[in-house]
């Protein structure tokens, strides 16, 4: 009898398909990957700095001072705590497939999250770029997998600890 391997021919395994996937959290992640984009561009072409100083690019008048106001006003740090609640979605909407052995969603979860720092050491050692969020996330997934079956009472308290 052939033996299978269930962790790779599981279908958590392979990737979802476009009928389960659930549009408008796609379409949102979409819309915070591009704003972060935004955000992105000004430390591919001036120092850091520019991030909050539009005198470091010379963006103190016109078009340039009007787009820094809307990136700042309306891109900066809002489209990353999208980004940031989508990625939270996202680990409880695969932790909790419902008739599903927990031991290999635990398994995949893991491989996942590895995968995921893997991607950001190499986005942040390897390309250089400073503003790696990737690695983050992955140390976060690490942790966040503990606090999956919490109250909301129990997970507020440890916030606040």
Do not use: H
């Not at 021919?9 to 476009?18: E, G, M, Q, R």
């Amino acid at each position: 009898m052939e033996q299978r391997d269930t962790y790779t021919d599981s279908p958590l395994a392979a990737p979802v398909s476009a009928r389960t996937r659930i549009r408008s959290i796609d379409t949102l992640r979409g819309v915070a990957l591009f704003g972060i984009l935004l955000l992105n561009i000004i430390a591919f072409a001036f120092p850091l700095a520019a991030y909050s100083d539009p005198q470091v690019d010379g963006s103190t008048e016109g078009i340039n001072l009007a787009t820094f106001m809307v990136i700042d006003i309306f891109f900066e740090g809002s489209m990353r705590v999208i980004f940031s609640m989508l990625f939270g979605a996202g680990l409880l909407i695969f932790v909790a497939k419902p008739a599903t052995d927990p031991a290999l969603i635990k398994r995949l979860f893991y491989r996942r999250t590895w995968i995921l720092i893997g991607f950001g050491l190499f986005n942040a050692y390897i390309l250089v770029w400073v503003g790696d969020i990737l690695y983050a996330y992955g140390v976060a997934g690490l942790i966040l997998y503990f606090f999956r079956n919490l109250s909301a009472r129990k997970l507020v308290a440890c916030s606040l600890l």
